[in-house]
């Protein structure tokens, strides 16, 4: 069955560290790949995307991802976290051809300073 | 105003109530989304419209009614909904219903069935 797997449920990381959010799929063929990012009381912002080519996708707010076709993968990483970062981070795939996304159940992550 | 905006952000009903969520995207897009995000599970696409035109209900049950009047407004109306029914609703929109186009998201309106 296709799927979408956050591993991390709750990642606590300290102001300035580094960051990394795990996402894999499972899914016959390389999806189209996002990641969103929820704020308390807020709808979901997305960070980035990859649909085809450089594997190392930039996003906004400092994120970036890496798609790994043999690891069936889209990690997203940031070299130091800000206490703003304190998020639900969803990972989210689509079928090239479709339209419905699928989502990962989501990590939380909290920054302490 | 701009992106995609939601009311009520808050919502509490009886389960014999009947009320509407109403979403707007002043995006121009032609596609828009509900979804409903309960705790610690994935976003679960309800309803889908491109065109006015609904073209998805991921067997959602009928006491959830959508309605799309136009491109830019999208409405969820309740009626005798379950207290497992609360959660967060939340209306989306891209340019057109492929996966290639983003879609962009709403705050969301926190709906408790009582």
């Known amino acids: 069955a296709q799927s979408v797997t956050q591993p991390d449920i709750h990642i606590t990381v300290s102001e300035g560290a580094s960051l990394e959010l795990r996402c894999n799929y499972s899914y016959g063929a390389t999806p189209y790949l996002f990641w969103y990012v929820q704020s308390p009381g807020q709808g979901l912002q997305l960070l980035l995307k990859?649909?085809?080519?450089?594997?190392l996708v930039q996003g906004i707010k400092g994120f970036e991802a890496e798609f790994k076709r043999s690891q069936s993968s889209f990690n997203l990483r940031k070299p130091s976290v800000h206490w703003s970062d304190a998020a639900e981070y969803f990972c989210?795939?689509?079928?090239?051809?479709?339209?419905?996304?699928?989502f990962g159940a989501g990590t939380t992550v909290t920054v302490r300073a | 105003e701009t992106g995609v905006t939601q009311t009520p952000r808050h919502l509490v009903m009886g389960m014999t109530n009947k009320k509407s969520l109403k979403c707007e995207q002043h995006l121009g897009h032609n596609a828009m989304y509900w979804y409903k995000q309960s705790a610690k599970k994935p976003l679960e696409l309800m309803f889908v419209?491109?065109?006015?035109?609904?073209?998805e209900n991921n067997s959602v049950p009928s006491r959830f009614s959508p309605e799309c009047p136009n491109s830019s407004h999208l409405f969820l109306h309740l009626h005798t909904l379950q207290p497992e029914d609360s959660a967060l609703y939340l209306c989306?929109?891209?340019?057109?219903?492929?996966?290639?186009?983003?879609?962009?998201f709403g705050p969301g309106t926190r709906l408790t069935v009582l």
């Open positions: 419209y491109n065109f006015k035109e609904q073209t």
């Open positions: 989306a929109s891209s340019q057109s219903r492929t996966g290639a186009d983003t879609q962009y």
């Open positions: 989210a795939v689509v079928l090239s051809g479709d339209y419905k996304l699928s």
């Open positions: 990859y649909f085809s080519g450089d594997t």
